[in-house]
């Protein structure tokens, strides 16, 4: 389970293989490649990234390969024309990298039961207790925005992925919207329904330009923070 440092609130996994899902639009794979940007920065081991998300062709941990690249941060991506393919790739060294990880390893999963599906055809890869499964919550998605729809998608991933969750992520948003209350909305939801599922909330993820107008030392709970990597592609074609 995730060790927090009581002086840092810092955050670390004692197993290797993190598995990042949500709900669509929950914003995992953000949070996925920015958890990935933070042990890298944090800890002094190989951190490695890999891209299941089969599901939206927009927001993928694989267009911050680069980034994240920059870092020491392995990306394990499909190659060449691959790379841009809206189809369901599963790469075998995904598989191996379950099967003998090097250090920590973050698998990017596609959203709801549809995309965790890719996680069954790799769930006997997984050894016992070698993974963290862990929910990515936004109560402002509708399938999301109460405790009923979210056990209901805790029940619907677990089983279409054959694996356990061990731990929430509440990351409750609304973009350039988000307020404090927004945020304490979202994650008076999460530990509400930490309290049905007995899963942790595990930590907050805030965007960076927030964290500085909440009261941090009353939460109680160890910040993830968020910088945006992955841009829509008109945004992207705005940058270069």
């Given at each position: 389970m995730m060790k927090i440092d009581n002086n840092s609130r810092a955050i670390r996994f004692e197993r290797p293989i993190i598995v990042i899902v949500g709900?669509?639009?929950?914003?995992?794979?953000e949070v996925a490649v920015n958890l990935a940007y933070y042990l890298a920065k944090a800890h002094d081991q190989q951190i490695s990234i890999a891209d299941l998300d089969i599901v939206n062709p927009y927001f993928r941990?694989?267009?911050?390969?680069?980034r994240l690249?920059?870092?020491?941060v392995k990306s394990i991506i499909p190659p060449g024309d691959q790379f841009h393919?809206?189809?369901?790739?599963?790469?075998?060294?995904?598989?191996?990298?379950?099967?003998?990880?090097?250090?920590?390893?973050?698998?990017?999963?596609?959203?709801?039961?549809?995309?965790?599906?890719?996680?069954?055809?790799?769930?006997d890869a997984f050894g016992p207790d070698s993974y963290e499964l862990l929910l990515v919550l936004n109560k402002n998605r509708p399938f999301t925005a109460d405790l009923d729809g979210c056990l209901k998608l805790i029940?619907?991933?677990?089983?279409?992925?054959?694996?356990?969750?061990?731990?929430?992520i509440?990351?409750?948003?609304?973009?350039?919207?988000?307020?404090?209350?927004?945020?304490?909305?979202?994650?008076?939801?999460?530990?509400?329904?930490s309290k049905n599922s007995k899963l942790p909330v595990v930590f907050l993820s805030v965007m960076s330009e927030i964290i500085a107008d909440l009261n941090v030392d009353a939460l109680d709970l160890p910040i993830l923070p968020l910088d945006r990597f992955l841009l829509k592609p008109?945004?992207?074609?705005?940058?270069?």
């Amino acid at each position: 389970m995730m060790k927090i440092d009581n002086n840092s609130r810092a955050i670390r996994f004692e197993r290797p293989i993190i598995v990042i899902v949500g709900g669509y639009g929950s914003g995992k794979s953000e949070v996925a490649v920015n958890l990935a940007y933070y042990l890298a920065k944090a800890h002094d081991q190989q951190i490695s990234i890999a891209d299941l998300d089969i599901v939206n062709p927009y927001f993928r941990s694989r267009e911050a390969a680069k980034r994240l690249d920059e870092l020491g941060v392995k990306s394990i991506i499909p190659p060449g024309d691959q790379f841009h393919a809206d189809l369901p790739i599963v790469l075998p060294q995904i598989k191996g990298a379950i099967e003998s990880p090097d250090g920590t390893v973050i698998l990017d999963v596609g959203g709801d039961d549809v995309g965790a599906r890719v996680l069954s055809s790799l769930a006997d890869a997984f050894g016992p207790d070698s993974y963290e499964l862990l929910l990515v919550l936004n109560k402002n998605r509708p399938f999301t925005a109460d405790l009923d729809g979210c056990l209901k998608l805790i029940d619907e991933i677990e089983k279409a992925s054959r694996l356990n969750f061990t731990g929430i992520i509440a990351n409750t948003h609304l973009i350039e919207y988000t307020t404090p209350e927004v945020i304490s909305e979202g994650l008076a939801l999460a530990q509400t329904l930490s309290k049905n599922s007995k899963l942790p909330v595990v930590f907050l993820s805030v965007m960076s330009e927030i964290i500085a107008d909440l009261n941090v030392d009353a939460l109680d709970l160890p910040i993830l923070p968020l910088d945006r990597f992955l841009l829509k592609p008109w945004e992207r074609q705005k940058q270069s």
